[in-house]
């Protein structure tokens, strides 16, 4: 077979489509608009809701910040009345440690447990000495570690056994 007589049979088999261009590119055009639209839109909507939560975030941190201070301004009294008064300072102070305490457990705070072994999760050893007590037991606490919540805050600095010397 020729070329021609392919392409002559090719012609005769596929039916031949009109195509409406104008309307295919205004369907085409009304379609794009349409998306673009819907994305405007929906960007617009999602910065809208960034702002938000970015907002929302600042005022549960501007309300918890408040919620501390007002735990803590007893304290700040409780401090100012004791160097006022003339008499049993230690008392004073005895009272003030005891409030500041309750204020900080009161919003989560504990103090890291150092009896027993050494945990580097927990505490920092800060020096190894020679003991009677078991190598890695924590022999000394230099600094209270805390804990807020179950993130550690500060850990405990401690001195712990290099065992016995001998």
């Known amino acids: 077979m020729t070329d021609d007589r392919l392409e002559a049979e090719a012609a005769e088999e596929a039916p031949e489509v009109e195509v409406d261009e ?3 590119v205004e ?3 009304r379609e794009r608009d349409e998306y673009l639209d819907a994305l405007q839109r929906l960007k617009a909507e999602f910065d809208n809701y960034r702002k938000r939560v970015a907002r929302d ?3 549960l941190a501007a309300r918890a910040h408040e919620r501390l ?3 803590l301004v007893p304290v700040l009294d409780d401090l100012e009345r004791a160097l ?3 008499g049993n300072l230690e008392d004073g102070i005895r009272l003030i440690h005891r409030q500041l305490d ?3 457990t009161k919003e989560g705070l504990v103090e890291v447990d150092t009896a ?3 945990d580097p999760h927990t505490q920092e050893a800060l020096l190894a000495q020679p003991s009677d007590e078991v190598e890695g037991t924590v ?3 230099l600094q209270k570690g805390y804990l807020l919540g179950d993130r550690v805050l500060r850990p405990a600095r401690v001195v712990i056994s290099q065992g016995s010397n001998g």
Do not use: K, T, Y
Request: charged share 30%.
């Open 22 to 24: 104008a309307v295919d």
């Open 27 to 29: 369907s085409i055009a």
């Open 57 to 59: 975030q600042q005022e």
């Open 69 to 71: 201070v007002r735990e």
């Open 84 to 86: 006022a008064h003339e």
């Open 102 to 104: 309750e204020a900080l």
């Open 116 to 118: 027993g072994m050494f």
């Open 139 to 141: 022999i000394e606490v």
